[in-house]
């Protein structure tokens, strides 16, 4: 048994296609190899990446792929894609309002139109466009302010009025009585949707192809310094020596910032999501309401897919209040009282790390070969692939990559900030 | 969702209060005199706890009064309510 796993574990993995599919169809299934190893961890890696959620497995991916560091592995505390890559309510667009965060999440979208091609995975992306409704004067005025930015990014945006909102999305309840109505709207038709898992599960299986080790179940429990710089990480399974970290931790990068005495400008807070019963396909596209504060798309298995807001204290807790999710519910049934009679089936909760000026951390520290990727706050999902590309680059050249350049710490001090709280398509 | 014990109040739904962040972050005392560094030690790094915070919340749907609690943010467990201006307590 043990020789044969050898075996597998050195030759490349098979390619997924119709024809494998249709010969383990004869075998019910039972043999396919396993996407990814379940090593121990190595005595010393050239980089250890901390937190296996998507980004932190695309960045192993690409650290592999483009910058050829192949002794290298990912740690998770958990399993991977367990932690907000599987939480989020998948929803992928670039449509933002500052040059910087235009060029950052249209880098990620880029990639995500070849990614399943790419890794061989089917990661279900879907272009069924996102729009952003409008609800009342200054939300248009932001909306149009919003579509010409877009446009002048060269990122695809078009600005609906209240009749065209309606034959986008036929169910919307255009009328102009209800409580916040509908002005008006914007689409970006290249956004859309992505199944999470596979998202996870794709880079792991990348990654470990070319020899990435994937840790699960094995938390950071320290972070060694030798002076100013990075000498390794103290963890569950042990002690790991690298000279590079990176940290993609989430909702708890300030946890693991605390370990090596450093502090970041974070706030740790529960999102809530929830999912409605299966029915019948009704809502082809996402629309997300900021002044309203709903969103929602259907996933191919038919569920309902809604998003709500943060809750406003700090908490690791992965539980939020209800009276968010009450708050959400009364603005989807306003837009949408053909859903007044569907059922809920799951609520939960992720924990989402928020700066202060709404854009994500891409960065070294003053701790040499201590890498952060974190504050992607509410909005992460989208920047997966994007992300892991340019926190590999940075983790690399120990230099960020000019897409990224304006995602550093240090804007917090020179004042620089990337305001994209205005730009959020929801209000979080 | 959790209780939180007014010092005023007494017991109310955590929905009737609104929480203000970190507490005991103390305003410098002399702004003109700090550095970009200070500066944005005091705005914007935060401590952002796993476990006992001392935080400000509140009471916006109530007495309109603030207070300080001290909170187990890895389950939301509140472990002492205390007034604005004391001492926060050991625990």
């Known amino acids: 048994m043990n020789i044969y796993k050898v075996i597998i574990q050195n030759s490349m993995k098979k390619k997924y296609s119709i024809f494998s599919l249709i010969k383990n169809a004869f075998s019910y299934h039972e043999n396919w190899e396993k996407a990814w190893k379940d090593p121990e961890p190595k005595k010393e890696y050239d980089a250890v990446i901390v937190g296996g959620g998507g980004h932190g ?25 367990g932690g907000n890559t599987g939480r989020n309510t998948t929803i992928i667009r670039s449509n933002y309002l500052w040059d910087a965060s235009a060029g950052l999440y249209d880098h990620a979208l880029k990639i995500w139109e070849g990614l399943s091609q790419e890794l061989n995975y089917n990661v279900m992306f879907s272009q069924r466009g996102v729009m952003n409704l409008a609800h009342n004067l200054q939300d248009v005025r932001d909306l149009k302010r919003r579509t010409h930015a877009n446009r002048l990014n060269g990122i695809d945006a078009i600005y609906l009025n209240t009749e065209e909102v309606k034959k986008f999305c036929p169910i919307i309840n255009t009328s102009p009585n209800i409580r916040y109505p509908v002005l008006g709207g914007t689409l970006q038709k290249r956004a859309g949707t992505a199944r999470h898992d596979a998202v996870a599960w794709g880079y792991a299986r990348g990654a470990d192809e070319m020899g990435v080790d994937i840790i699960q179940n094995c938390e950071v429990k320290g972070i060694k310094r030798n002076g100013d710089s990075v000498a ?43 999912v409605s019963e299966p029915v019948k396909p009704i809502i082809d596209t996402v629309v997300m309401s900021n002044a309203v504060h709903a969103y929602v798309s259907q996933s191919d298995k038919g569920e309902l897919v809604i998003g709500a807001g943060t809750d406003d204290y700090v908490s690791y807790s992965q539980k939020g209040s209800h009276d968010i999710v009450e708050g959400t519910l009364n603005a989807i049934l306003e837009l949408y009282p053909i859903f007044s009679r569907m059922r809920m089936l799951r609520q939960w909760g992720g924990i989402v790390d928020i700066c202060p000026d709404a854009s994500p951390i891409i960065s070294k520290t003053t701790i040499s070969g201590l890498y952060f990727n974190c504050g992607w706050g509410t909005g992460g999902f989208k920047a997966t692939p994007g992300s ?41 | 969702m959790f209780l939180i014990d007014c010092p005023y109040c007494g017991e109310r739904e955590q929905s009737e209060f609104k929480a203000g962040g970190e507490a005991h972050i103390v305003r410098p005392k002399q702004p003109t005199e700090l550095s970009d560094d200070e500066w944005a030690e005091y705005l914007f790094m935060r401590k952002n706890i796993k476990g006992i915070q001392f935080e400000r919340w509140i009471h916006i749907h109530g007495c309109r009064k603030w207070f300080n609690v001290a909170r187990d943010t890895s389950n939301d467990v509140i472990k002492v309510v205390y007034k604005m201006g004391e001492k926060p307590p050991t625990i």
Not at chain 1, 257 to 268: H, K, Y
């Open chain 1, 388 to 428: 892991g590309d340019l926190f590999a680059h940075t983790i690399a050249n120990d230099e960020p990559h000019k897409i990224n350049a304006a995602f550093n710490l240090n804007r917090f001090v020179s004042g620089e900030l990337v305001d994209e709280h205005g730009a959020a398509a929801v209000a979080h």
């Open chain 1, 57 to 81: 497995l695309a960045t192993a991916y690409y650290l592999a792929k483009k910058h050829n560091m192949k002794n290298i592995a990912v740690v998770e505390k958990g399993w991977i894609g």
């Open chain 1, 232 to 274: 390794g990480i103290e963890t569950t399974k042990g002690f790991i020596k690298t000279k590079k970290v990176g940290v993609v931790a989430a909702g708890h990068s300030s946890v693991i910032a605390n370990m090596a005495g450093l502090r970041l400008p974070l706030e740790s807070k529960p999102l809530q999501a929830l």
